[in-house]
């Protein structure tokens, strides 16, 4: 039978992704932290605790990385660790930061760091976080001190992690730890701070460090109504689709603000990114009226769901949602990228398929920078506890014990080969041989 490869360009950055609060384990100084304590909000009251213990030794995940062939890796930085109180920075958190990263570029692997991923300090909330103005200038200075400290060892930055997940998440559905302000008064409150947050991390950072690149990772969906559906439901999913996937980018794009109080423009907003980081999951089906929630009716009755029915899995989709961004004429990273599957089942062909679709991508010369799968290692899944495991890596969290998952032996043939082979289906995923690699001559879109 002839072979397939499909080779991806030598620049290619090959990573994957963590954050602080899912990984590091102990982070007390957080509201995550208090959130977890309360009965019933984490399924089954299970408890972050030291995650995967990085605080104490990210460093045998760092050597995992690198065994595995990436040359990236996404991580978060915890404000609440770095400012555990208004004003009163930790030498000493900065100082464990600071050697991670020295440990990343010792091991080849260039670090993306995140600023805020779904996590705050407590004092923050109790002053109103993202409801209250103060948020910025609190944001700003806890930036310009990362950057000062160091800003020398990141090349790479997100300045707010899923923002609309964030916001759903914190103020509509309850999920997330809350300040005093739920409902839509409160969500429609924080878009305005989060988004001057941003601007003001942007800037910070590009005054220190104008050669650092800045983004913002955005998690964006497939959303789109059933065929055959009604033309109101399609006018609702579209609306529903640019509120979700498009709106941010627009509002940094231009500068301006999209709530129904009203069109405003935001100072020093528009153009504030230097790239957009995707984060690409699943595909959900919308309709009109909407039935249990705006997101309702969510797939087909055949469709590959995987664990905890966190989604579909839908690989031409991010080839989708990757054209979808070409009218913002920036680079693009795929900054987040998995399924939650703790026996493997589905992850093999997952990462080949959804590779695949960036492959495809590249082809057409779209401008797809890298690729960061998540999770290097299983971590704590915010309200799912440990209940769904994104890892390339099996993680047991009573024993800290580590086990390389078929799919992160996988993963380290394609980063170490800079492709996808057929061969690779052979051995962890043959569905694809009728699939993916069906009558496929050799192709090369290296420059
Ligand atoms: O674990 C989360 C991450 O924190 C943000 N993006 C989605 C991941 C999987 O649900």
């Known amino acids: 039978m002839a072979r397939a490869q499909l080779l991806f360009p030598k620049d290619f950055l090959w990573g994957t992704a963590t954050a602080a609060y899912q990984v590091e384990g102990n982070n007390r100084n957080s509201d995550w932290w208090a959130w977890e304590q309360g009965d019933g909000r984490i399924l089954h009251n299970q408890k972050s605790g030291l995650a995967s213990n990085w605080w104490a030794n990210a460093e045998q995940d760092l050597d995992i990385a690198a065994e595995m062939g990436n040359n990236a890796h996404r991580l978060s930085l915890e404000w609440s660790r770095i400012e555990p109180e208004p004003s009163v920075f930790d030498a000493a958190a900065l100082g464990r930061y600071r050697e991670i990263l020295q440990g990343m570029h010792q091991r080849g692997i260039e670090p993306m760091v995140t600023l805020h991923h779904f996590s705050n300090p407590l004092w923050l909330v109790e002053k109103g976080d993202f409801n209250s103005a103060v948020v910025v200038d609190y944001f700003r200075r806890y930036t310009a001190k990362v950057v000062d400290v160091l800003g020398d060892l990141i090349p790479k930055w997100i300045t707010i992690n899923e923002p609309m997940v964030y916001i759903f998440m914190r103020y509509l559905n309850g999920a997330f730890p809350v ?217 047991n969290p009573e024993t800290q014990e580590r086990t390389w998952r078929e799919s992160g032996r996988l993963y380290q043939e394609i980063c170490r080969s800079r492709s996808l082979t057929s061969r690779q289906a052979e051995k962890y995923a043959p569905e694809l041989l009728q699939t993916i690699f069906r009558g496929e001559a050799p192709v090369d879109v290296s420059p």
């Not at 942007?202 to 983004?215: C, D, F, M, Q, S």
């Not at 080949?352 to 890298?370: D, K, N, Q």
Request: proline letters at 6%.
């Open 179 to 395: 300040g005093q302000h739920r409902g839509w008064t409160g969500a429609l409150g924080a878009i305005p701070n989060l988004l001057r947050c941003h601007a003001a991390a942007y800037h910070t950072i590009k005054e220190r460090r104008p050669e650092a690149l800045v983004g913002v990772a955005k998690n964006m969906a497939v959303l789109q109504a059933r065929p055959g559906s009604t033309a109101l439901s399609r006018w609702w999913a579209g609306r529903v689709s640019w509120l979700f996937n498009h709106m941010w980018l627009d509002s940094l794009a231009n500068g301006r603000l999209y709530l129904p109080v009203g069109r405003r423009t935001i100072p020093h907003l528009a153009g504030s990114y230097d790239f957009i980081g995707l984060n690409y999951y699943t595909r959900f089906y919308v309709n009109f009226p909407p039935r249990g929630g705006l997101l309702s009716d969510r797939w087909e009755p055949d469709a590959v769901v995987s664990d905890g029915n966190y989604g579909e899995i839908y690989p031409a989709g991010l080839f989708q949602i990757i054209e979808s961004l070409l009218p913002y004429k920036k680079p693009i990273y795929i900054t987040e990228n998995g399924v939650p599957d703790k026996d493997d089942r589905l992850r093999p062909s997952f990462l080949m398929t959804h590779l695949r679709e960036i492959w495809r991508a590249l082809s057409f010369c779209y401008p797809v920078m890298g690729y960061y799968h998540w999770s290097l290692v299983d971590n704590f899944e915010w309200d799912r506890g440990w209940t769904q495991r994104f890892g390339l890596i099996e993680l």
